[in-house]
């Protein structure tokens, strides 16, 4: 069977989203016992884990709030956010800025469902204090509420069974165990924190992923990559890993915003573990060369956790 792209619409959109290779990277995933995301920003992967039991983290603490509430409490989640829709239909981009300000006051996880709906390019930006600071996506009225309802709704029932964590990753991979697999989608090597203009601590995370290997749980990293000539790529020091995987996952979004032309993107993936060979099939392996394949994936069968 080939699997087709992912009709698992995203609840939350989430800059480097995997939702365009989920359909792809889930046929790597062995069955386990847990399953970790220690970055789970918009979760493309979390519908597609192997098992029903998961946990999942994040720094955002407000983000990690909003899929509470999208598990918890689906049609109240939906109906925030069809008042806030109807307040902006009604009364302008006054209202998308009043609930700015009091999401930036109380933090409150509908307004920021609703910011990340409606702002430009639904990109989630803070600034130095930590205040989201993105704009009113003029020329776009934002997701019509009940088709939110109904994503909110098939989102809650694959959610069930995954405890969420405000946290860095490695307080939520403290418990892994043996049987657990670890599916780990960092921030680019050159991306700087939140808070802090310091960089995604690359040292700290090898040392981590030496930890797991310690353990002898199985994790997927996808990490850096390149597109067209460009490199964003920080490898993985070889020792750590048992294969390392290239996997096209679209246009470039820096091409894209600069209009500088289109450049294809490919991140490595790399495991501690070898799938079955005919999992490997739609990859390429990436160890000495760039990719050259699409991603469609001969499987068996599928295994959409719903
Ligand atoms: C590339 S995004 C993950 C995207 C996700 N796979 C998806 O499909 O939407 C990386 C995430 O890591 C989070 N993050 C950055 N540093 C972190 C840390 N030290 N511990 C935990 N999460 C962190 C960011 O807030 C961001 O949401």
């Not at 989920?22 to 979390?46: H, I, Q, T, W």
């Not at 998308?96 to 999401?103: K, M, N």
Request: some cysteine; charged content about 25%.
């Amino acid at each position: 069977m080939l699997i087709a792209d992912n009709p698992f619409e995203p609840v939350i959109k989430w800059s480097g989203s995997k939702r365009s290779v989920a359909a792809s990277l889930r046929n790597l995933f062995p069955r386990a016992a847990r399953y970790f995301e220690p970055f789970v920003g918009g979760g493309a992967m979390l519908p597609f884990r192997p098992c029903r039991d998961a946990v999942a983290g994040d720094v955002i603490e407000e983000l990690i709030d909003l899929w509470v509430c999208i598990r918890d409490e689906p049609d109240r989640t939906a109906t925030e956010y069809k008042k806030r829709w109807h307040k902006l239909q009604d009364e302008g981009h006054t209202a998308y800025y009043a609930i700015r300000d009091t999401f930036n006051r109380t933090r409150n996880p509908h307004d920021f469902l609703f910011l990340t709906r409606t702002c430009v390019n639904g990109l989630i930006r803070f600034n130095g204090d930590g205040d989201f600071n993105n704009s009113l996506h003029h020329t776009r009225p934002g997701i019509a509420p009940q088709r939110l309802r109904e994503i909110i709704r098939k989102w809650s029932v694959a959610l069930q069974g995954v405890s969420f964590a405000k946290a860095d990753y490695r307080e939520t991979l403290s418990p892994v165990a043996a049987d657990d697999l670890v599916f780990l989608d960092p921030p680019y090597a050159a991306t700087r924190g939140r808070y802090s203009q310091e960089k995604f601590d690359v040292g700290g995370f090898y040392a981590e992923l030496g930890r797991l290997n310690d353990v002898g749980a199985k994790w997927i990293v996808t990490f850096d990559g390149y597109a067209g000539e460009r490199t964003y790529e920080e490898s993985l020091p070889k020792g750590l890993f048992e294969m390392r995987l290239a996997l096209p996952t679209g246009n470039s979004p820096f091409t894209k915003l600069m209009r500088t032309g289109v450049d294809a993107v490919v991140e490595s993936v790399y495991l501690n573990f070898e799938p079955p060979a005919k999992i490997l099939r739609g990859f390429s392996d990436d160890r000495n060369e760039k990719a050259r394949v699409g991603v469609g994936l001969e499987v068996e069968q599928g295994c959409l956790f719903v």
